[in-house]
Structure formats: C-alpha cells, structure tokens
C-alpha cells in the first residue's frame, strides 16, 4: 500500500513538472488559439492539492511514519 502511495506521488510530482513546462511554452507562444498558461498552472496546484491530501491521509492512517524530533 505505502509503495503504491509512493510510485503515485512520484507520478503526481513529474505531472507538475509537466505541466509547469507546458505553462511556460504557452507564456512564451502567447497564441489565443491555444490553451492559456492558467490552465496548465491551474492543473499544477490540483495536483499539488491532491498529492497533499494524500500525504495527509497516510500520515492519519500511519501508513507512513513523519521524521522523528531531532531533540
């Protein structure tokens, strides 16, 4: 379960990174016929949000252990 957790984080986190790419070729186009940079940045926080609502949920279940206090 915590892999398959891990290996979809993973996957949410190159989403991101694709889709900012995609955002920063489409500021840079500046074409009115294409998809606006806003919806490449808007599909970034979704993923964001849905990667942090995932690591919450582990953390909640305690399928996933946070770093111990360092004092």
Same mark, same amino acid.
């Given at each position: 379960?915590v892999? !398959? $957790?891990?290996?979809?984080?993973? +996957? %949410?986190?190159? =989403?991101?990174? =694709? #889709? %900012? *790419?995609? $955002?920063? %070729?489409? *500021? ?6 294409? @998809?606006?940079? !806003?919806? &490449? ?7 964001? $949000?849905l $990667?942090? %609502?995932?690591? +919450?949920?582990?953390?909640? !279940?305690?399928?996933?252990? @946070? #770093?111990?206090?360092? &004092?």
């Amino acid at each position: 379960m915590v892999v !398959t $957790a891990k290996i979809i984080l993973v +996957l %949410l986190m190159l =989403f991101m990174v =694709f #889709n %900012l *790419m995609r $955002a920063l %070729l489409a *500021m840079l186009r500046d074409d009115p016929n294409k @998809p606006s940079m !806003t919806r &490449y940045l808007g599909r970034r926080v979704g993923a964001s $949000a849905l $990667a942090i %609502l995932i690591i +919450l949920l582990l953390l909640a !279940t305690g399928l996933l252990d @946070p #770093n111990p206090r360092p &004092y």
